[in-house]
């Protein structure tokens, strides 16, 4: 039995589908007349409650709807295990439309469901949704991602793709070295860029917010090393343009990014300036993202290149999507048309305020 409506992910050219479990089960999923496993290297998986599988994005696209076939495990043996009944779930999917695309950002939940999901009433109907980074306050026990899939089981239903990128509050404890096991990722980085109709995307994960030999990660936190190797990746991404955002059908390209990394901000949270200057000259010289969209500092922004707010050489736009101010939460709605970005900060105390942008 499903414990929530199946999260679609999308991730480089292929939507990963997670699927959470209430009983130990093998998985698989449907698309057309074709069959995609959970499998480790020809194992069909059953003891992890959370299923990831890899669907080719034009396969759901042109099909437009996908099931998900659930077989429950009496037990799993060395010979001849024994399965129980296979039950299947039909889902429809809409894929992103090529004009006036609506999406929908929320970061810094900490866990706290309903005024995300009020927020996002507000904005109304989208066509993809973001979710970036602290929607688990921390990970103390993996059963804390339930708090994602209730998230997108309420706002996504299985119906629509979810772009995902992981905040400094998914890395604290027990169970974070985990959490790639129930969340997307490629090739086992968090960090990855997305393809969804005409928008190319780049997901940045910045991991924690102070210095790796800060005393409150008593010495469980190597932060430094895996941002080297995320510069590498954004060189790699611009070497192979070709098949990225310089790819002939790419008209929109968002940088997707909890940290809002080119402010600095005060000690102790004053860390990695070089790098992150290599990052946004790479980005603002090379990739040139029509928008950063943040979350991290629990307040809304609009900041422009220049402004009193770049302190490493912005990019491009950066939009900080998320407002926390006690029990009233604040996501961020967009609407791209043409050459056009709606910004709609909308509140779960119902409270609303717009801004337009003419994108170059």
Same mark, same amino acid.
């Given at each position: 039995?499903?414990?929530?409506?199946?999260?679609?992910?999308?991730?480089?050219?292929?939507?990963?589908?997670?699927?959470?479990?209430?009983?130990?089960?093998?998985?698989?999923?449907?698309?057309?007349?074709?069959?995609?496993?959970?499998?480790?290297?020809?194992?069909?998986?059953?003891?992890?409650?959370?299923?990831?599988?890899?669907?080719?994005?034009?396969?759901?696209?042109?099909?437009?709807?996908?099931?998900?076939?659930?077989?429950?495990?009496?037990?799993?043996?060395?010979?001849?295990?024994?399965?129980?009944?296979?039950?299947?779930?039909?889902?429809?999917? *809409?894929? +992103?439309?090529?004009?006036?695309?609506?999406? #929908?950002?929320? !970061? &810094?939940?900490?866990?706290?469901?309903?005024? =995300?999901?009020?927020?996002?009433?507000?904005?109304?109907?989208?066509?993809?949704?973001?979710?970036?980074?602290?929607?688990?306050?921390?990970?103390?026990?993996?059963?804390?991602?339930?708090?994602?899939?209730?998230?997108?089981?309420?706002?996504?239903?299985?119906?629509?793709?979810?772009?995902?990128?992981?905040?400094?509050?998914?890395?604290?404890?027990?169970?974070?070295?985990?959490?790639?096991?129930?969340?997307?990722?490629?090739?086992?980085?968090?960090?990855?860029?997305?393809?969804?109709?005409?928008?190319?995307?780049?997901?940045?994960?910045?991991?924690?917010?102070?210095?790796?030999?800060?005393?409150?990660?008593?010495?469980?936190?190597?932060?430094?090393?895996?941002?080297?190797?995320?510069?590498?990746?954004? *060189?790699? +991404?611009?070497?192979?343009?070709?098949?990225? #955002?310089?790819? !002939? &059908?790419?008209?929109?390209?968002?940088?997707? =990014?909890?940290?809002?990394?080119?402010?600095?901000?005060?000690?102790?949270?004053?860390?990695?300036?070089?790098?992150?200057?290599?990052?946004?000259?790479?980005?603002?010289?090379?990739?040139?993202?029509?928008?950063?969209?943040?979350?991290?500092?629990?307040?809304?922004?609009?900041?422009?290149?220049?402004?009193?707010?770049?302190?490493?050489?912005?990019?491009?736009?950066?939009?900080?999507?998320?407002?926390?101010?006690?029990?009233?939460?604040?996501?961020?709605?967009?609407?791209?048309?043409?050459?056009?970005?709606?910004?709609?900060?909308?509140?779960?105390?119902?409270?609303?305020?717009?801004?337009?942008?003419?994108?170059?």
């Amino acid at each position: 039995m499903l414990k929530f409506h199946p999260a679609v992910f999308a991730v480089g050219k292929e939507y990963q589908i997670i699927v959470t479990t209430k009983n130990k089960s093998l998985v698989s999923i449907k698309v057309g007349d074709k069959i995609y496993v959970d499998d480790n290297n020809g194992i069909l998986r059953s003891e992890l409650p959370t299923h990831k599988i890899s669907v080719p994005q034009d396969a759901l696209n042109e099909e437009c709807m996908y099931t998900v076939i659930e077989t429950k495990i009496i037990t799993r043996l060395a010979y001849n295990s024994k399965l129980g009944n296979t039950t299947e779930y039909n889902y429809k999917f *809409r894929p +992103i439309p090529e004009n006036r695309i609506r999406f #929908y950002h929320i !970061a &810094d939940a900490h866990s706290n469901i309903q005024p =995300c999901v009020k927020a996002a009433d507000y904005f109304g109907k989208i066509d993809f949704l973001i979710l970036n980074g602290d929607i688990v306050n921390e990970c103390a026990k993996i059963s804390n991602t339930d708090v994602i899939y209730n998230l997108t089981d309420i706002l996504a239903k299985g119906e629509i793709p979810i772009v995902f990128s992981r905040g400094n509050h998914d890395l604290r404890g027990a169970a974070a070295e985990f959490y790639t096991d129930y969340t997307p990722t490629l090739n086992g980085k968090t960090y990855y860029s997305f393809r969804l109709g005409k928008i190319w995307g780049l997901c940045l994960d910045c991991g924690e917010d102070k210095a790796d030999d800060s005393p409150e990660y008593g010495g469980t936190i190597a932060c430094s090393q895996f941002r080297e190797k995320e510069t590498e990746f954004i *060189r790699s +991404i611009i070497k192979h343009s070709y098949m990225e #955002y310089n790819e !002939a &059908d790419v008209k929109y390209k968002l940088l997707i =990014c909890h940290h809002p990394f080119t402010h600095k901000l005060q000690p102790p949270f004053d860390i990695e300036e070089d790098t992150y200057r290599e990052w946004a000259k790479l980005l603002r010289d090379i990739v040139m993202p029509d928008v950063m969209i943040c979350g991290h500092t629990h307040k809304y922004g609009i900041y422009t290149p220049g402004e009193e707010f770049d302190d490493f050489g912005q990019p491009c736009l950066l939009i900080v999507g998320s407002n926390v101010d006690r029990d009233v939460f604040g996501g961020t709605g967009f609407e791209l048309d043409e050459n056009t970005l709606k910004v709609t900060f909308t509140e779960s105390s119902g409270a609303k305020k717009k801004k337009i942008f003419e994108l170059e």
